[in-house]
């Protein structure tokens, strides 16, 4: 899966939240973030100083190929061993890379990340993925090992423009099989009716607008630890319910 729309949305606190979910019924879940500004830890319930892959995993490519690959002897999974952060239920976390350091180690842990990602034995991991806020990454292809993208939206005119442009996904080649919408801070059926009317599209799940969700983050407490039997938790829980059975790594998708 991999989690876009608009900046604010929701998409990391959802992701994170859906990553754990997923975790406790058994999957072997890697939370991948492709934000430079991570936010997906916050909903994960991890503290992550920055810990991108680090300079001395990454050499420069060959001629002709990508400027930066990872070094000789460093494969995709040992990224996954040695550099992904351990998070409550088991999840796993790889981060993307900061911009605090230097600029060009930015662009190599980025390189990097993509690698692993995208050259990661698919049996071995179900992949939860949050982008950042826009359309820039996802046309860029940066969701390419998502079968399913959820597309998170709010019901405010912004959120919904976003929406509808990366419903274009659904054209491109190596998009998602399927792109489900989630509703999120949903005060209300009028404010439902208003994504599907916008989007012409069902909605696949609502979540509820939450002020224990808000009160959370003023501490960077994430759903699952401030409030584990709230709606928030529950509607994310009936999304990965619903998403199991359609994305079993066992089952060829059609
Ligand atoms: N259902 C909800 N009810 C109330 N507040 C919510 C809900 N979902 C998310 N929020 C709040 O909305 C804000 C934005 O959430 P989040 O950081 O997950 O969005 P995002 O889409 O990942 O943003 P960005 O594009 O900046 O990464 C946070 O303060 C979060 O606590
Ligand atoms: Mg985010």
């Not at 100083?49 to 060959?62: K, L, N, T």
């Amino acid at each position: 899966m991999a989690f876009m729309g608009k900046g604010g949305s929701g998409k990391s606190t959802i992701a994170g939240t859906f990553a754990r979910l997923l975790a406790r019924r058994g999957e072997p879940v890697l939370a991948l973030d492709s934000d430079p500004l991570p936010g997906l830890p916050y909903g994960l319930g991890v503290e992550v100083d920055d810990r991108p892959i680090p300079d001395d995993a990454v050499v420069e490519g060959p001629e002709g190929g990508p400027r930066w690959v990872l070094a000789p002897g460093i494969g995709p999974a040992d990224v996954i061993e040695r550099y992904a952060v351990e998070c409550p239920d088991g999840v796993r976390y790889l981060q993307f890379g900061n911009t605090s350091g230097e600029i060009w180690a930015v662009q190599r842990a980025q390189f990097a990340w993509s690698e692993t990602v995208h050259g990661l034995d698919r049996s071995t991991w179900s992949l939860v993925g949050d982008l950042p806020g826009g359309t820039r990454q996802a046309m860029f292809g940066w969701a390419k090992y998502a079968d399913c993208a959820l597309l998170v939206v709010e019901p405010t005119a912004k959120s919904l423009h976003t929406a509808r442009r990366l419903l274009h996904l659904d054209r491109a080649e190596w998009g998602p099989t399927t792109i489900g919408v989630v509703a999120n801070k949903v005060r209300d059926e009028a404010d439902v009716v208003r994504i599907e009317d916008r989007l012409d599209r069902a909605v696949m799940v609502r979540v509820p607008w939450s002020s224990a969700v808000v009160e959370g983050d003023r501490h960077a407490g994430a759903p699952l630890d401030v409030d584990p039997d709230g709606s928030f938790v529950a509607e994310v829980d009936g999304l990965v319910d619903r998403l199991v059975p359609a994305y079993d790594r066992d089952v060829e998708v059609s």
